[in-house]
């Protein structure tokens, strides 16, 4: 086995989750300038917490548990923005062929939504999308896989009463 401490090591493993991390970081703040903030940050929580792996879980679940641990920290600092002040120029923030623009505003509509959640219902679907299963849901977060389904539920049926009302 190839210990994780070596730098270059740590610089793969960045670069392999850089597109999850990116995601994340969108997915917990909606703010452009603070999302890229948030993704530089997890970059760093998860390069400064490789040495400590120690291979409980699998690196993938353990990567997703400092992620989220640091999107929460961001949440606590930074006050988010109100519904309120979401207004019609982020939800078409893109502009090119028809096809590519509509799916960029459902995709930007889907975000919007997902950022409306209740956090626990944020964090489930966020690690859904990024194809963790329950199991893998539940570690990261420290809740019974049981508990991460209903959330899961919840979750979509918040979305989709959302997603009805920006139609």
């Known amino acids: 086995m190839v210990t994780l401490t070596k730098d270059s090591n ?3 493993i960045i670069a392999q989750y850089w597109p999850q991390i990116s995601r994340a970081a969108s997915g917990y703040e909606n703010r452009p300038a ?10 760093l929580s998860v390069w400064r917490s490789l040495d400590g792996f120690s291979e409980q879980c699998s690196l ?3 990567i997703y548990r400092v992620i989220h641990n640091t999107a929460i920290d961001h949440i606590r600092r930074h006050s988010r923005l109100s519904e309120d002040e979401l207004d019609e120029a982020t939800l078409c923030e893109r502009v090119s062929p028809e096809a590519s623009a509509l799916q960029a505003q459902r995709q930007k509509q ?3 939504a997902i950022n409306k959640l209740p956090l626990s219902l944020r964090q489930v679907m966020l690690l859904k999308l990024e194809d963790l299963n329950n199991v893998e849901i539940s570690d990261v977060l420290g809740i019974s896989d ?6 899961l539920h919840r ?3 918040q979305l989709s009463k959302l997603l009805k009302g920006l139609n």
């Open 10 to 12: 740590k610089e793969k």
């Open 34 to 43: 603070l999302s890229d903030e948030l993704a530089q940050e997890m970059a």
């Open 60 to 62: 993938n679940t353990y």
């Open 110 to 112: 889907l975000l919007i």
């Open 146 to 151: 049981t508990n991460v389904g209903i959330r």
């Open 155 to 157: 979750a979509k049926e």
